[in-house]
């Protein structure tokens, strides 16, 4: 699996095995076997080809951040004055040491950056922009826009049934 062709080399008991895992991380093996049709010895051998391939990252435990006390989840859009990958290095670089942000990317046309940010409360996004983000060398542009509810919430890869048959 490791290294060429790795979507071609894929049958449909590793995408089987992959759609099972998303929806349940904790899973176990004898369980998940089961379910794929397959005995517990290869499906363990299949798990760890497919972690050893990147395929799967982690796991983790997605927590309520409401009920945690994080009310406020917030988009920022930032525009830098330069885009040599210096830059665009420089500025993933403090992203990466801003608790708040939790997710961000690279983004094409009017900004260069979007961050999802998760606040326990207003000021304290308020707080984050004025202080970090604009504060930031290369910052250009700082839009935000607030979230007011969540519609969808799937963080995993849509897999279809015709590639887990």
Known sequence: MKGLGLKARLDSIDWQILKELQED??????ELARRVGISAP?????VRALEEAGLIRGYRTLLDEKQLGFEVTGFVMVGLH???E???VAFENKVNEWSIVRESYI???EFDFILKCIAPDLESFQNFII???TATP???????ALAIRRCKDHPSVA????QAD
């Open 25 to 30: 991380g904790r899973i176990t093996n004898v």
């Open 86 to 88: 210096a830059d665009l």
């Open 107 to 109: 983004i094409s046309g």
């Open 159 to 162: 897999i279809t049934k015709g």
């Open 42 to 46: 290869p499906c363990l051998r299949r």
């Open 131 to 133: 202080r970090d983000v």
């Open 138 to 144: 290369n910052v250009d542009t700082v839009r935000t």
């Open 82 to 84: 330069n885009q040599t």
